[in-house]
């Protein structure tokens, strides 16, 4: 990592929730004067195939920061209708000129969570999946005129994006000191295979028992009492 | 009497109307305050869909444009850039002063709608169907002596409007008062329902298509078949399911025009079979198809022609075959779930049996066979349109394999309209209420779990999904069972 005179530091970043099929990613961090005036501050999230975001949504947070997405962003697929490969999300969080010295920002990202496989009985996982996700990195870019070694933990953000291989450095805000930045598992629920044979039959049983109930009241009702002058029965 | 009573105490019908808009608008500008502060949106995720893409139509740019034979002629955008939306660009057309006017606009036109539709169910029932119903609410046993003493003009309320003689049902002063505020009380039964309100001012489109569905009706009842046709393919245009109104109103025409011949004293079999498949094929019904199908290929045409394909496969063809494998109403989603492609069943080929269970004919015959079905038994004669639209609709939504909260305001918009025609005692009113409502619930309970919590109750939630299809489909046959036919009268 290059060497930066800059006290910026993550303070945390924590997930609002680790169950269920939302949550939202909170990253607190204390900011003081960018490295440089060309300098601009950026997070990278990388998600695995089980998590995405809703580029649709994250326009809502367009006054904290602009965004761009590597990788699938189907909202709808299971994960196993999807490719494996994880989705890089790069933010360009936004800093107001007219800002303090110092100053704490909350990045808040809503996170959703896709269905995972149906386990099998031999399987112990009592019918959920874990997913890991790491806690952001964030860093500024800056322009440089020589080269400067890339920080290992953006080198994915460096393939996804083609835009970071102008003359950028990149140098990354280290944690607060006593800072919570561990990775996250979070822990989804997943059906069973072994439910298949009984939910095929016990649907298309309920479905054909209702239509056959409702056929039968259908026919009944539909006879007139005006038909042939009889009065229709109680 | 109680009743009276309270049909006196009841705001009048501008009271009601100037209520339902007053309350729409505060909600409308409590959402644009609620959802600048909070993080869960009061507006549906529908409404970003529709605003990005009307967004999209009106900003075309590089890798933005309409794909259709004339979009190189005409410089819009195309709305299915924008991922989920999977509506008519019309409707992105319709919210086009979302982006001149206010973000809001959207939201004011689906209130709108809704008044509109109230204002229309309200002349509904005063000019037609209060006037020759049965007492609201009475058990079948209590109604049936009283009928014949009512024999009330009917189909005076029904001649075709063409016609300039009209007969007018005259009714002495207190009756129409009556009529009047029973028309009021079934019409707020619409507009003040929280269900309808909240959903148009959250942003959902439904109050559109409903607005549509009942000028078609409004329309068909009067005898209108033309504008009716008409109504029926734009209705059909705008979302796919109001084609299964079609065969009922053939119907209706092809048994009205029966009525008036003489019927032959003496037929075999085949001679009474081919007299019935006359009801549904004859000049009329064939000219009522026509300007139907005419309006929704035109349509259909035109805007194929800007947008292209993409309109086509979102619109409709996404539909033949899409897999709702998340959680709805419907049991069908943890099916859809298991059986997902790359999900397998390991190692075994499958019998024979799971196969058909598995095929989409398996939920299709069955749903298609009560929504058609509907519409052939009991739509026979243009006051029972409404019956016949309104178990059409409910056994469509009931056995659909995908079922969300806003499909059942296509049923309950005939709610109001039914209501005088069902011979149904309170107590049992208040049994189907609690069994439609309580099923809901339950499998809301269990979805809060799942998606909010996280906790492993798929099969849970499957259960209560087979408990809603028992459910509702048993309240659908209480309905059908308590609807009074007898007040029928031909002139």
């Not at chain 1, 805000?173 to 629920?189: C, F, K, N, Q, S």
């Not at chain 2, 009276?4 to 105490?9: D, G, P, T, V, Y």
């Not at chain 2, 397998?344 to 009560?370: C, D, E, N």
Request: charged share 15%; proline share 6%; glycine share 6%.
């Amino acid at each position: 990592m290059a060497n930066v005179s800059n006290k910026s530091t993550v303070v945390s970043s924590v997930l609002t929730t680790t169950s269920g099929f939302h949550t939202t990613s909170l990253t607190q961090l204390s900011i003081f004067n960018a490295p440089a005036s060309s300098c601009t501050l950026k997070q990278v999230y990388t998600l695995p195939p089980l998590l995405f975001v809703d580029p649709y949504e994250l326009h809502h947070y367009e006054d904290s920061y602009s965004f761009e997405v590597s990788g699938t962003s189907n909202l709808e697929a299971p994960v196993f209708a999807m490719d494996k490969k994880d989705t890089i999300l790069l933010l360009n969080i936004l800093l107001s000129d007219l800002r303090p010295e110092h100053v704490l920002l909350l990045v808040t990202l809503p996170l959703h969570m896709r269905y995972g496989y149906p386990t099998l009985e031999t399987e112990m996982t009592e019918g959920f999946v874990n997913v890991t996700l790491s806690p952001p990195v964030t860093f500024w870019s800056c322009s440089h005129s020589s080269p400067v070694p890339l920080p290992e933990n953006l080198r994915g953000a460096f393939a996804a994006f083609p835009a970071f291989r102008s003359s950028a450095a990149l140098f990354v805000v280290p944690p607060a000191e006593g800072g919570i930045l561990t990775p996250h598992t979070i822990r989804i629920p997943v059906g069973h295979l072994e439910d298949a044979r009984v939910v095929e039959f016990s649907t298309v049983a309920t479905i054909l028992l209702a239509f056959v109930y409702l056929i039968r009241i259908a026919v009944r009702s539909a006879r007139s009492p005006l038909e042939g002058g009889r009065v229709k029965e109680e | 009497m109680d009743q009276n009573r309270i049909l006196r105490a009841f705001p009048s019908f501008r009271t009601v109307l100037v209520l339902s808009t007053g309350l729409r608008i505060a909600l409308i500008l409590y959402s644009e305050w609620h959802d600048a502060r909070s993080v869960v949106k009061y507006t549906d995720v529908d409404y970003r869909v529709f605003s990005d893409a009307t967004r999209f139509v009106l900003y075309p740019g590089p890798g933005n444009h309409a794909q259709g034979p004339l979009a190189k002629w005409i410089n819009v955008g195309d709305p299915y850039m924008r991922e989920t939306y999977r509506y008519t660009p019309l409707l992105a057309l319709l919210l086009a002063p979302n982006e001149w006017v206010h973000p809001s606009f959207g939201k004011y036109l689906f209130a709108g709608c809704d008044i509109l539709a109230g204002i229309l169910i309200h002349k509904l029932l005063v000019s037609v169907i209060l006037p020759r119903a049965v007492p609201p609410l009475r058990a079948r046993a209590d109604h049936a002596s009283s009928v014949t003493s009512r024999q009330i003009s009917t189909p005076a309320a029904l001649q075709d409007s063409d016609a300039p003689e009209k007969r007018k049902i005259t009714q002495p002063d207190p009756m129409a008062e009556e009529t009047g505020q029973r028309a009021t009380v079934l019409a707020a039964l619409h507009l003040l329902s929280p269900f309808v309100f909240s959903i148009s001012t959250r942003g959902s489109s439904e109050s559109v298509l409903t607005l549509f569905v009942l000028l078609t009706l409004f329309c068909a009842l009067r005898g209108r078949w033309t504008a009716a046709a008409v109504l029926l393919g734009l209705s059909t245009h705008w979302k796919i399911y109001p084609v299964i109104y079609g065969l009922s109103c053939v119907g209706v025409i092809g048994s009205e025009q029966q009525r008036h011949r003489e019927k032959p004293p003496q037929q075999d079999r085949l001679a009474a079979t081919r007299r019935y498949l006359k009801i549904f094929v004859n000049a009329d019904t064939i000219r009522f198809a026509g300007i139907s199908a005419g309006t929704f290929f035109a349509l259909g045409a035109v805007v194929y022609a800007v947008w292209g394909y993409p309109f086509l496969y979102e619109t409709y063809l996404y539909h033949l075959h899409r897999l709702d494998h998340r959680h709805n109403f419907s049991p069908y989603f943890y099916l859809i779930y298991l059986t997902y492609p790359g999900v397998g069943t390991p190692g075994a080929h499958l019998p024979l049996w799971r196969t058909l269970i598995r095929s989409s004919l398996a939920s299709f015959l069955p749903q298609m066979g009560l929504a058609l079905g509907a519409g052939v038994f009991f739509a026979r004669r243009r006051e029972d349109l409404i019956f016949a639209w309104f178990v059409q609709t409910a056994a469509f939504v009931i056995f659909n394999k995908v079922c969300t909260s806003q499909y059942f305001l296509w049923y309950l918009l005939f709610m109001p309209l039914l209501i005088p025609q069902l011979a149904i005692s309170w107590r049992r009113a208040l049994v189907y209420v609690g069994c439609w409502m309580g099923t809901q619930a339950l499998w809301l309970s269990q979805a809060y779990r799942l998606e909010f919590l996280g906790e492993a109750v798929f099969y849970r939630l499957w259960i209560c999904g087979l408990v809603y299809v028992a459910g509702h489909s048993w309240v659908l046959g209480g309905i059908m069972k308590g609807y009074d036919r007898t007040s029928r009268t031909s002139t």
